[in-house]
């Protein structure tokens, strides 16, 4: 059974930080390209971030700068610690692993920045 578990939302100010991570098991977690995605009501998932296998990142430029994705395949978690956070950097983060024959996704995590 696959699973993919985030933590680490949360309520944060204007400039904080929040460090999310997930878990992932059930498939080979370091053969996937593993990414965070944003939604907000009404509005269709976005990327934020990813790692390659290889560990080769991409980020949004929205983030660029500010969030630092990472992965550990003997933990087989990847994170992403998000400084100088914004009000427009709330929505829910879904944890998505993917490879050439299988996509999951976590359940969100609400990240909320707001004074």
């Known amino acids: 059974q696959v699973q993919l578990v985030e933590s680490g939302g949360g309520l944060v100010q204007p400039g904080g930080s929040l460090r999310l991570s997930c878990v992932g098991s059930?498939?080979?977690?370091?053969?996937?390209?593993m990414s965070w995605y944003r939604q907000t009501p009404g509005k269709e998932r976005k990327l934020v971030a990813l790692?390659?296998?290889?560990?080769?990142?991409h980020y949004v430029d929205a983030v660029k700068g500010r969030f630092t994705i990472s992965r550990d395949n003997a933990e087989k978690s990847v994170s992403l610690q998000m400084n100088s956070l914004k009000p427009e950097d709330t929505g829910v983060y879904y944890c998505?692993?993917?490879?050439?024959?299988?996509?999951?996704w976590g359940q969100g995590t609400q990240v909320t920045v707001s004074s």
């Open positions: 790692i390659t296998n290889r560990e080769h990142t």
């Open positions: 998505n692993s993917w490879t050439v024959t299988n996509q999951y």
């Open positions: 059930g498939f080979i977690f370091s053969d996937a390209t």
